[in-house]
């Protein structure tokens, strides 16, 4: 499984902006779907966008107008830029790779996570 660790969260007032990068142990080349989830209190762990290994990216549509789902290959990492932030992205922010195919039947290895990264966006 991929190593990921997920960094930039943090405090913000509504209206502002974070960018999250999640940093993996292997190759981006190397994995095919990423993406990110989050997770509220008391909620369960949502989906905000995920980004083919060929640079597809979707989201969930009540978030596609803000939030930017990128691969930064050069820094081998999975960015999240998220913009004019609102109290109900308060979250914890996960980042998840794709388990790789392990044998000619298609079958992958687990999905990888991160610890996630808080976001707390104040009124």
């Known amino acids: 499984q991929v190593q990921l660790v997920e960094s930039g969260g943090g405090d913000v007032q509504a209206g502002g902006s974070l960018k999250l990068s999640c940093a993996a142990s292997?190759?981006?080349?190397?994995?095919?779907?990423m993406g990110w989830y989050r997770q509220a209190p008391g909620k369960e762990r949502e989906l905000v966008a995920t980004?083919?290994?060929?640079?597809?990216?979707k989201y969930v549509d009540s978030l596609k107008d803000r939030f930017t789902i990128s691969r930064d290959f050069a820094k081998n990492t999975l960015d999240l830029q998220m913009n004019n932030l609102r109290p109900e992205d308060t979250a914890v922010y996960y980042c998840?790779?794709?388990?790789?195919?392990?044998?000619?039947?298609?079958?992958?290895?687990?999905?990888?996570w991160g610890q996630g990264t808080q976001v707390t966006v104040s009124s």
């Open positions: 292997r190759s981006l080349w190397r994995i095919d779907e």
């Open positions: 980004i083919s290994s060929g640079g597809s990216s």
């Open positions: 998840y790779a794709q388990g790789r195919v392990i044998n000619v039947e298609g079958a992958r290895e687990p999905d990888s």
